[in-house]
């Protein structure tokens, strides 16, 4: 036995050394040799030759290549796995025959989380039952079959799952043994992508053909490959039907013109296209359709054909048409008009409301608060909304604000607000119409300010209609008039208003013919009140017309002037006194009154001044005459009101004795140019309540008197 085995291993031997012959043989021959070179270079049997050349092409060692009837063998040009297996990106495991583990690389241990040094040499039943269970190793370990095996296998391990592409390869090795190599791929991504894949294009069939909205392909002339079940309803049309029509047989022409426009557009790079069009049913209604033309192109970019999806807009072209006639409506509107979001910012602003708060560009006043256009306000937007429940119930709620234009020009506007609703009830916006009412504001002001002043004048005021009806009449109408009864004038006739004072109402007619011919009527009328004292009343009536000349109202003025009759009666009576009273007084005297009026000018004062008393009463001209004839005269009527600081500094030789002023002056052009001394004086002329009414003058001679005194002074010097 013993003898039979060395045998055996020196035949191995002899065998190994004769296959290390012929590799090296066939290394210096790289281009090959056939089985005859081979054996005459080696001096051996050429059925050995061929016995040896087929171990080392079964190993894999030397390849064969056939040229003709001859058979050349080289060296095979390979890689040793060995080196390989740690630069693949696939997982890859060697088994010998009976199972063990030879070869292993890192990336297969890192997939299933194994230890290289604790794995290699042991059998592959010592693995997990995870991966025995997913691999079967022994089902193709023990194959009869010489083929490769391509198989997809799934690892489970724990609470996941992954893919496997597994390589199975039938392997001989250098020294003639047989065994399996498993070439493993995670393609756990490529097979979840496949999945959901298949499963969007089950979805997207089921969502194509359960779509509303129209899906249809075409090539680039248009006939049509594939359509949706809304499309083919659409047009009453079975798919078998409607398939090989054209696109452009189904819409306008000016909408085929533009899809024709916008696929020859299409490219790879710009591949969508939209437009919207007008399509004609074969019900022979209209409907608008957005349409979305998208190209589909190959790998090398060349179009294969177009996807078109068109979604029925007509609801929204028609709600677009009513905006844009609303919008215009409202752009248009004379009405400022605003919309406010309910945090109380401005979102749009028609051209009256730009041109009311002095703006030129919307987009100044776009987000604008509502509080920035009613800044004189105590009050807050806030507080309108919240404190207003018409805004709420769409009543809307109107007040008025003050505010503050671009330039800074104050404005008062009244604002009317109300809600915007949706259609489930909601506000959604508010919307406020302004009114410029800074012209009417003035207007009751400046009404308010004179129904104030006419309440309040002393004169008596009233408005009769063109009916004759009294519309107004204020408190001092109704004093004077107080035989009416009640007090009460208003919406009665005038003619009940006058009918209590027999002068007035006699004088109708003439009231009424001055007014028709003149336009007014002044007079005076004389009565007796109810207690028998005498009573005075200054009458005035007036047409009042309006822009266009069109009667509008008669006005009645009315004054009691009884106090002011007796005042000038009894001036008048003072006036005739002083008079007669100056003409009795020897100097030159004169009188003006408190307007600066000559009232009196006696006979001296025409002796000193040439001119006659005539002449003067009634005019200003004292002055002019006084200084014409002497400018020495200091005219002293005119000093009383005068301040007396100015006084002393301008007349410093006047002198002011109780109410009267006094002075002395030289006035050389008297008595034949001899000269004459004058003494002048004036005081003020008052009434009974101490009221200055005038002012006298008077000039008296002092010239005798002037040199008797001179005369003594010498003599007592002397």
């Known amino acids: ?66 040229m003709g009837a001859a058979k050349v063998f080289y060296v095979s040009q390979r890689v040793p796995i060995s080196s390989l297996l740690g630069f693949t990106k696939e997982g890859i495991m060697v088994l010998s025959s009976d199972g063990r583990i030879i070869q292993i690389n890192e990336r297969f241990c890192r997939m299933f989380d194994l230890d290289s040094t604790g794995v290699s040499g042991m059998s592959y039943e010592t693995l997990s039952d995870e991966i025995l269970e997913a691999f079967s190793f022994g089902t193709y370990l023990n194959s009869d079959s010489e083929s490769e095996h391509t198989t997809v296998v799934t690892f489970s391990k724990y609470d996941w799952r992954r893919y496997f592409k597994v390589k199975y390869i039938k392997t001989v090795f250098d020294d003639g043994r047989s065994g399996l190599t498993l070439i493993v791929e995670d393609v756990t991504l490529e097979t979840e992508m496949e999945e959901r894949l298949r499963m969007s294009e089950a979805r997207y069939r089921g969502i194509v053909e359960d779509q509303t909205e129209l899906i249809c392909r075409y090539n680039q002339e248009g006939i049509i490959t594939f359509a949706n079940g809304a499309f083919c309803r659409l ?195 508010l919307i406020a119409y302004f009114y410029d009412v800074t012209h009417w504001v003035r207007i009751l002001r400046e009404l308010e300010i004179k129904d104030t002043a006419m309440a309040y004048s002393y ?133 003006i009154s408190r307007d600066r009026m000559v009232v009196a000018w006696n006979e001296p004062m025409e002796t000193l001044t040439g001119i006659r008393k005539l002449d003067v009463i009634g005019s200003s001209r004292y002055q002019d005459i006084i200084l014409s004839v002497s400018p020495s005269i200091p005219v002293l009527v005119d000093l009383f009101d005068l301040p007396p600081k100015d006084l002393i500094q301008k007349f410093p030789h006047v002198s002011r004795v109780g109410n009267s002023f006094y002075t002395e002056a030289f006035v050389s052009n008297l008595h034949d140019g001899k000269g004459t001394y004058v003494w002048v004086k004036a005081s003020p002329i008052v009434d009974t309540s101490g009221k200055v009414i005038g002012y006298i003058q008077n000039i008296k001679d002092m010239t005798n008197w002037k040199r008797a005194v001179e005369s003594v002074s010498s003599r007592i010097l002397s």
């Open 459 to 591: 004169e008596g005021m009233a408005i009769i209609s063109p009916e004759g009806v009294v519309m107004y009449a204020n408190p001092s109408f109704k004093r004077i008039f107080s035989r009416v009864p009640d007090g009460t004038p208003e919406n009665r006739p005038i003619e009940w208003t006058l009918s209590f004072y027999p002068h007035i109402i006699g004088s109708l007619p003439d009231i009424r013919s001055s007014l028709h011919e003149k336009g007014n009527y002044t007079r005076v009328f004389s009565d007796v009140d109810e207690k028998g004292d005498c009573l005075v009343i200054q009458l005035h009536l007036s047409r009042v017309l309006d822009k266009n000349g069109s009667y509008l109202c008669t006005l009645i003025s009315v004054l009691d002037i009884t106090n002011q009759k007796a005042i000038e009666e009894s001036l008048a009576l003072m006036v005739d006194q002083l008079e007669g009273t100056v003409e009795q007084i020897g100097d030159p005297t004169f009188i």
């Open 235 to 429: 047009f009453r049309m079975n798919p078998a039907e409607l398939v090989h029509h054209s696109i452009f047989e189904y819409i306008m022409p000016d909408a085929a013109q533009q899809l024709q426009d916008g696929m020859n557009s299409c490219s790879s790079f710009s591949p969508v296209f939209e437009f919207e069009f007008e399509l004609l049913l074969p019900s022979d209604k209209k409907r608008w359709y957005h349409w979305v033309n998208r190209v589909l192109c190959d790998d090398h970019g060349t179009v294969i054909e177009f996807q078109g999806v068109g979604r029925d807009i007509t609801d929204r072209k028609h709600t677009e048409l009513e905006l844009l006639i609303k919008s215009h409506a409202m752009d248009s509107s004379i009405v400022p008009i605003g919309l406010v979001s309910l945090e109380g910012k401005m979102t749009y602003v028609n051209r009256a409301f730009l041109n009311l708060w002095g703006y030129a560009d919307l987009n100044d006043v776009i987000g604008l608060p509502f509080d920035h256009f009613s800044k004189g306000n105590d009050y807050s937007f806030s507080d309108i909304i919240g404190e207003n429940t018409g805004i709420k119930k769409k009543e809307g709620h109107t007040t008025d604000i003050s505010g503050i234009k671009r330039d800074g020009t104050p404005i008062q506007a009244s604002v009317t607000i109300s809600g915007v609703y949706n259609q489930s009830n909601e506000p959604i916006c």
């Open 1 to 66: 036995m013993f003898m039979i085995k060395a045998l055996r291993t020196s035949i191995m031997v002899e065998d190994g050394e004769f296959l290390n012959r012929i590799r090296g043989l066939l290394k210096i021959y790289p281009r090959g040799l056939t089985i005859s070179e081979i054996s005459q270079r080696l001096k051996c049997n050429r059925n050995s030759v061929a016995k040896y050349l087929e171990i080392l092409q079964i190993s894999g060692t030397v390849e064969m290549q056939q």
